[in-house]
């Protein structure tokens, strides 16, 4: 068979431009507002980098930008994302519980006790229950934080050192559970929280382990550690614009599909269980700390459960106000 100069010059045109399509180099932008040296980039993000970069052959890869640098604060993040600011961003989903009322039942006290159980407990139920709530985005990860202590001022180990103390829920939603303990709900961000300790505007405030070291230095404020109190959570996500991502080459696109999800969020819930068991480690060598650390006793922490669940009564009559009939259901899968 012969080929014409035409066809062999045909031929080495199409097969360049293939090899070119192929060879596409892109970049994504992922915005955040923590600062860079959070375990949140060095882990989960990172390891988003370098699964994309190996998987697609160098030809897509990611730019981090910190601190908020593609927009001040947290509160707007999914929005940035929604219309294009950044490719991707990661943000807290109580500071727009409006957008996820039912991925924010993932932060009442059920089974879970840190962000691995509860994490997996989200995506057990994600696409039965969820999945809508992020159908503006490409969803890459939501996993959580186990808030399960309480950094105080005053001894609040009992239903009885609790009454009448000003405690920072680690969710607004959490505000019935906070009252049926007899405590007052104070909302409050992270940020302010060390100066709240401190000056006396708050008693306690809810707190994982990794909040009592650096970089937010609870320990330094406060007079008593609590443990073994019912346990909260702070759900996190990690999104991307749909629009950016049906614009990828299916190539890159599968890559992305691939590490999204599960295995995403699992490094989310690992970068913050990580985090915890450090500072475990730094608490358990600290010399010269004013605190007090206590363990609630079996009898409290009973007694502690039972205002829980009639706190959650609380909340969920209020979802059921709103029209989310099904939220007991939904509550229940979480902590099946």
Not at 91 to 118: R, W
Not at 128 to 136: G, I, K, M, P
Request: aromatic fraction near 10%; charged fraction near 20%.
């Amino acid at each position: 068979m012969k080929f014409s100069r035409f066809t062999l010059s045909a031929a080495l045109a199409i097969g360049l431009g293939v090899s070119a399509q192929t060879a596409t180099s892109e970049e994504l932008s992922v915005a955040t507002f923590l600062p860079p040296q959070h375990h949140t980039n060095t882990g989960m993000f990172t390891w988003f980098a370098e699964e994309i970069e190996k998987r697609s052959g160098g030809t897509l890869t990611m730019k981090l930008y910190p601190a908020g640098q593609l927009g001040a604060g947290p509160v707007q993040q999914y929005k940035r994302a929604v219309e294009g600011v950044a490719d991707i961003t990661f943000g807290v989903s109580g500071y727009t519980p409006a957008l996820f009322p039912k991925t924010m039942l993932a932060i009442l006290p059920g089974t879970a006790e840190n962000a691995d159980q509860s994490t997996r407990a989200i995506w057990n139920i994600y696409e039965e229950h969820l999945a809508d709530e992020y159908e503006d985005v490409k969803v890459l990860a939501v996993g959580t934080v186990a808030g399960n202590l309480f950094a105080a001022t005053r001894d609040v180990s009992t239903l009885g050192g609790m009454k009448g103390a000003k405690i920072v829920p680690f969710a607004a939603m959490t505000t019935p559970i906070i009252e049926a303990l007899g405590a007052v709900p104070v909302q409050m961000p992270v940020t302010e929280m060390y100066t709240g300790l401190s000056t006396g505007t708050i008693d306690a405030t809810t707190a994982s382990y990794n909040n009592i070291t650096q970089p937010w230095n609870f320990w330094d404020v406060s007079t008593y550690i609590v443990e073994n109190v019912p346990t909260t959570f702070a759900v996190t996500y990690a999104v991307m614009n749909k629009e950016r991502y049906m614009s990828l080459s299916d190539e890159h696109r599968a890559i992305i599909d691939e590490v999204a999800g599960l295995p995403m969020s699992l490094e989310l819930a690992k970068s913050f269980d990580g985090a915890d068991e450090v500072s475990k480690k730094l608490i358990s060598e600290a010399t010269g700390k004013n605190y007090e650390w206590i363990v609630v006793s079996d009898e409290e922490r009973a007694k502690m459960d039972a205002a829980v669940a009639e706190g959650l009564e609380a909340i969920f009559s209020d979802y059921e106000g709103r029209g989310i009939s099904n939220v007991r259901e939904i509550y229940e899968a979480l902590n099946r």
